[in-house]
Every structure is written in structure tokens, then in C-alpha cells.
């Protein structure tokens, strides 16, 4: 059997290989908008950084194999990244939210998506049951945090994912507080992760990140909504 890397080595090494042209152990930071083609539809794997980067992609593939079982995008902030998440729904269509949601989560949905005809209900998601009275037949997403932020109530991931493939609603978690250290939602059944990178895993208040992780066919999707709006990581 193949010896399994601990975390810390993952942490280190995952998607952090010396520079293939220089040899570098500190790889260097593509910091281009655009990259040359062989021609018409034939790149080495990039082509405009505001869908991909070979700096960025390094972050994401950490990251990734550190939450085991997703693809990732990172976004250039974590609310970046939480309303990408939501842009895939359609009018009408119905979330379910832990009341004690991160501050900018709630105003991001009910002063702006809600003007959009999205639908989102603000529940106690520490009580199983309350999730599923809330379930309607146009709801698309159970968004929970665990630990919240602030008020650090912790749920249930493995019943909430149960929940959602019952009812085939899909389930988010924001794993901010928790990081991929303490806890990790794709052993729980969860469908989605989000992050802001902003806080434990930058650590030292200097730069603003967000990440999504998911399936790799989920994950494509984002990167084509990104290419059209924009809103991924600065290189830097």
C-alpha cells in the first residue's frame, strides 16, 4: 500500500513544483494578462489569466488536495467567490442558509440576489428538522456554515448531506473558520465547499482570497462563468 502524505507535507508540496524552466523552488509569479498561442485554439494550457493562470492554478491544486475529493477555483475575495455560487441559479429559484451566515452572506443575499428573484430562507440549520420544513419544490441549495462565524454554532455535515441527496438539493458549506485542517465536508457526502481565504488560510491579515471547491464538472462551469465576469485572484 501507498504511504499517505500527511497533511503538512500536502501543504508544502502539492501543486508547488520547482519552476520546469529554471529549476526555482520559489516558483514564479505569471503576473500576464494573455499568453502566446501556437495558433487558433492552441495554447500550453492558458490562454487569458482572467479564466486561468499557471500562479493561481498552483493555489488551487493545493488546496484542492489538502480538502480531498474537489476540483478548485479561487476567487479574489471570499464573497467573490460565494456569489459566484449563487449567479449559477435562476430566478425564482429558492436557498436554504443557516440564520447565523457571515454578515456579508446575508446582505449579499437579501440586498442584491433577492432583487435578482432569487428566493433565501434564514434557518436554524443546528436542528435537522428545520432544513427539511424549509425544503420547497424550487429549492436548489443548502448553504450552511460550520463553525459560523461568529457565532461559532457547529452542524451536522453528514445529516445535512443526506438531506440534500434525499432531496436532491445540493449542499454547500463555507469552511472558513474550520479549514481543510480541522474538518473536511467531502468526507460527510457535501457536494460544494466554499472559503474565504481571507481568513485562516492566508492567517496574517494580508491579502483578500475566496475559493470554490466541487467536482471537476462543476468547477468547469465556474471557470466559464469567471471568464465572462471576472471576479478571480490577482496573480500577486
Known sequence: MAKKNKF?????????????????????????????????GKNKGFD??????????????????????????AFSSGMAATTALFQSLKQ???????????????????QILSNHGLKFDFVNTTNIQNIKDAIKP??????????????????????????????????NVDNCFATPYAQKPAEFGIDIVTHSATKYIDGQGRVLGGLILGPKEYIDEVVTFCRSTGPTISPF
Open 48 to 73: 487569458y489569466s482572467r479564466g486561468t493562470n499557471p500562479t493561481r492554478e498552483r493555489l488551487e491544486k493545493n488546496i484542492a488536495s489538502l480538502e480531498g475529493g474537489y476540483d478548485a477555483i
Open 8 to 40: 503538512e507535507t500536502n501543504a508544502i508540496h502539492i501543486g508547488n513544483k520547482p519552476d520546469a524552466s529554471t529549476g526555482s523552488v520559489s516558483p514564479p509569479i505569471n503576473l500576464t494578462s494573455t499568453f502566446a498561442q501556437d495558433g487558433i
Open 92 to 110: 425564482g429559484d429558492h436557498v436554504i442558509i443557516s440564520r447565523n451566515v457571515y454578515g456579508g452572506t446575508y446582505r449579499m443575499a437579501t
Open 138 to 171: 424550487e429549492t436548489k441549495w443548502i448553504f450552511i456554515e460550520t463553525p459560523t462565524n461568529p457565532g461559532v454554532e457547529v452542524i451536522d455535515l453528514e445529516m445535512i448531506a443526506r438531506v440534500g441527496k434525499k432531496n436532491n438539493v445540493l449542499t
